[in-house]
């Protein structure tokens, strides 16, 4: 679907631009997914292909002993060959679906690949129906221990003629919008880099650890 076809459902070329980056990241992810079916699928023709040739030869040359030896090679190949394009097929279909599942959580991901990284996905498993089973306790586990990874939605205080009435001695929301935000971002920034820098085997410095 594209930008046009959008604006034709009633949407204005901003929602119709907003919906497109929303969806990008899913659209892309489904895209890889479709290529990596579309591979497989081709090496699985050709590993067929090739069992036809060798039963094709082990009834034309059943004396041949050296033949014989080639013919077994080929098949531990053609069986090493399988095993791995479903091992590929598995982990495209977890990381598509663990991707998914991030971006129509609640609380999403500052930072889709970042999250990714801190979750294990050899504990993370999938049935034919796409349904995960070891992701919600990691994800539960990173949003208790690593917030900052996510977009966690907060109250916002009740403010009345330009002042938060938490009490006695509240700042003006001006002084506060200009002091928190600052202070968060700095800190979210920190924690980030240390994340990115851990995720590559990078040493963190010193003071990018420094307020978390």
């Not at 594209?2 to 899913?26: C, D, F, R, Y």
């Not at 060959?81 to 495209?92: F, I, P, Q, T, V």
């Not at 294990?120 to 208790?144: A, C, H, P, W, Y």
């Amino acid at each position: 679907m594209n930008k046009e076809e959008l604006i034709k459902l009633g949407l204005s070329p901003e929602q119709a631009a907003s919906v497109l980056q929303l969806a990008k990241p899913i659209m892309d992810a489904q895209s890889r997914l479709d290529s990596v079916n579309q591979e497989l699928t081709q090496a699985k023709a050709t590993i067929a292909e090739r069992d036809k040739q060798i039963d094709g030869l082990k009834i034309a040359n059943s004396d041949s002993k050296a033949l014989q030896k080639q013919i077994a090679e080929l098949q531990a190949a053609n069986a090493e060959a399988e095993s791995k394009y479903k091992a590929d097929l598995l982990a495209s279909r977890k990381n598509y679906a663990v991707k998914q599942a991030l971006l129509e959580a609640e609380q999403k991901p500052q930072n889709v690949k970042i999250v990714m990284d801190q979750i294990d996905m050899d504990k993370v498993f999938i049935d034919d129906n796409g349904n995960l089973t070891g992701f919600q306790e990691q994800q539960s586990r990173l949003l208790k221990d690593a917030p900052y990874l996510f977009k966690i939605e907060s109250a916002q205080p009740q403010v009345k003629n330009g002042f938060n009435v938490h009490g006695a001695g509240a700042q003006p929301q001006s002084i506060q919008n200009e002091q928190k935000p600052a202070i968060a971002n700095a800190d979210f920034g920190r924690k980030l880099a240390a994340i990115t820098l851990q995720s590559q085997g990078l040493p963190v410095p010193n003071h990018t650890n420094q307020g978390g």
